[in-house]
């Protein structure tokens, strides 16, 4: 069993369909990311939240939209995705700035297909 | 950022001990070296973190140079449920926040 909680595990979309991947903790942590992983490569990372501001962003395209509603959500709102951007998709929490002993604690992420 | 690199793939007997290497030479003075390893299909699992000393917890060792420039992780009496794709992440204090950028991953195949 994982502390943070994602939904759905699969999804499957067109490439002109809008929908959003979901992430919870309610560990109080402060910080928390979007990795993007393909097969047999690492994870990516995409997006930071630091206290539910967005603090990294690398460099990810436009159809990716990250939002942080509260300090215990992420969501990811997806866009006129690509088949390419068809992967694995992680979310991760952290007590954040100002903790030393603060290591990431992973999902088990949502598969995503685009077709 | 600091970036690791790590074997690609290692094999191990069960019950023998599994070392596994990890490069950071670029590493920073206040950067943290951690060890994660990822089952297939399921999220990373946290194992280990360290920054200058060697650390012991219930899963594993972490031994670091005293450069810092590298560190080993060690399974002391590796199972077939050890495998795994190990990797190792140099955390980074960036733009306030910290970031984990993951090496390439040592994938670890345990032997009966």
């Known amino acids: 069993d994982t502390e943070v909680t994602q939904t759905p595990k699969h999804l499957v979309m067109g490439m002109t369909n809008k929908k959003s991947l979901k992430c919870e903790q309610h560990?109080?942590?402060?910080?928390m990311y979007w990795y993007k992983q393909k097969a047999k490569k690492p994870p990516e990372l995409m997006f930071v939240?630091?206290?539910?501001?967005?603090?990294i962003n690398e460099s990810v395209p436009s159809r990716f939209s990250p939002e942080c509603p509260n300090s215990s959500l992420l969501n990811l709102h997806l866009h006129a995705l690509q088949p390419e951007d068809s992967a694995l998709y992680l979310c991760?929490?952290?007590?954040?700035?100002?903790?030393?002993?603060?290591?990431?604690?992973f999902g088990n992420g949502t598969r995503l297909t685009v077709t | 950022d600091a970036k690791t690199t790590q074997p690609t793939s290692m094999d191990c007997a069960e019950g023998r001990a599994a070392n596994l290497p990890c490069n950071h030479s670029?590493?920073?003075?206040?950067?943290?070296v951690y060890w994660y390893r990822q089952i297939h299909s399921q999220g990373p699992q946290y194992i280990i973190h360290?920054?200058?000393n060697n650390e012991t917890n219930e899963m594993a060792s972490l031994i670091i140079t005293e450069d810092r420039k590298s560190s080993t992780l060690i399974l002391p009496h590796a199972t077939l449920r050890d495998t795994a794709v190990y990797y190792c992440?140099?955390?980074?204090?960036?733009?306030?926040?910290?970031?984990?950028?993951f090496g390439t991953g040592t994938r670890l195949k345990v032997l009966a």
């Open positions: 991760a929490s952290s007590r954040g700035p100002g903790t030393e002993n603060s290591p990431l604690h």
């Open positions: 560990m109080g942590h402060r910080a």
């Open positions: 939240y630091s206290y539910e501001k967005l603090s």
């Open positions: 670029t590493i920073s003075g206040n950067e943290y």
């Open positions: 360290g920054l200058k």
């Open positions: 992440i140099v955390r980074a204090y960036l733009q306030g926040t910290y970031k984990y950028i």
